[in-house]
């Protein structure tokens, strides 16, 4: 049974290792031993805001985590002042996968988004990840827009 919970300061650099751990993650991120401050400032905004919620899984009532995800609750004027969830991070540690984690976390972010008033859960996802692609529309996600970024 997997147990969710919000993560602590101490959960960060397993955290940020999850995320540097695959071919894209190792170009943007800049995972090492002590963790840069810069995520850690990061993870203080983020547990700061009410409207953020940065989560950890666990297995079992063990403590080892083997996976997270965060989800934004983003408040517009748009859907009659509707409340839209965004779900991004999402990671499962390498040696988890394929053992049905994922999509029990997604049911949990699906039931969250509802208890928050959400009318939609939204996930954008690099057009280079066409396994997580799959992963998301058998989840019953759409492409229904068409994404753009600008970086800076």
Request: charged fraction near 30%.
């Amino acid at each position: 049974m997997l147990h969710f919970r919000k993560a602590e300061e101490k959960d960060i650099p397993f955290i940020v290792q999850m995320i540097a751990d695959d071919k894209l993650g190792k170009l943007r991120e800049n995972y090492r031993e002590p963790l840069p401050q810069e995520y850690l400032t990061a993870f203080k905004n983020i547990n700061a805001d009410p409207n953020q919620e940065l989560i950890v899984v666990t297995e079992n009532g063990d403590d080892k985590i083997i996976g997270t995800l965060q989800l934004s609750f983003i408040q517009y004027l748009t859907y009659r002042g509707g409340i839209r969830a965004q779900i991004e991070a999402v990671r499962i540690r390498k040696d988890c996968r394929g053992k049905g984690f994922g999509q029990q976390m997604f049911t949990w972010a699906i039931k969250r988004a509802k208890e928050r008033n959400a009318h939609v859960l939204q996930l954008t996802t690099d057009k280079k990840r066409p396994e997580a692609i799959a992963f998301y529309e058998k989840l019953g996600f759409k492409a229904s827009h068409e994404g753009m970024k600008l970086h800076f």
